[in-house]
């Protein structure tokens, strides 16, 4: 089992960067998938990226590719999101995830997540 706590959220302004960061605890964490979503008001829970178990491969939705990084230490039990270029539309509540194959919603462990709110 996996316990997810995200951190690293808060209030920006458009074009302004911010790195969030999801602690794991529990055993083996280099066993599991990892990636992070997010849900905003009113709209269902969607993909933003996905890394592999060893962090040598990595995933992302359209509109993110080249603005957002995931990364992990397998070491510190950390997954990170490096945002830069922030939107308004990146407005959400963001959540990591992990499974032992791989995340998808309504699969897997899940944090409580951080709300990110950039404004224009």
């Known amino acids: 089992q996996v316990q997810l706590v995200e951190s690293g959220g808060g209030l920006v302004q458009a074009g302004d960067s911010l790195r969030l960061s999801c602690a794991a605890s529990?055993?083996?964490?280099?066993?599991?998938?990892a990636g992070w979503f997010r849900q905003a008001p009113g709209k269902e829970r969607e993909f933003v990226a996905t890394?592999?178990?060893?962090?040598?491969?990595?995933n992302y939705a359209g509109s993110m590719k080249g603005r957002f990084t995931i990364s992990r230490d397998n070491a510190k039990n950390t997954v990170l999101l490096q945002m830069n270029s922030l939107k308004p539309e990146d407005t959400a509540i963001y959540y990591c995830a992990a499974d032992p194959l791989f995340v998808q919603v309504g699969r897997g462990y899940w944090g409580q997540g951080t709300q990110v709110t950039v404004s224009s």
């Open positions: 529990g055993r083996a964490f280099s066993s599991y998938a």
């Open positions: 890394i592999s178990r060893s962090g040598a491969s990595a």
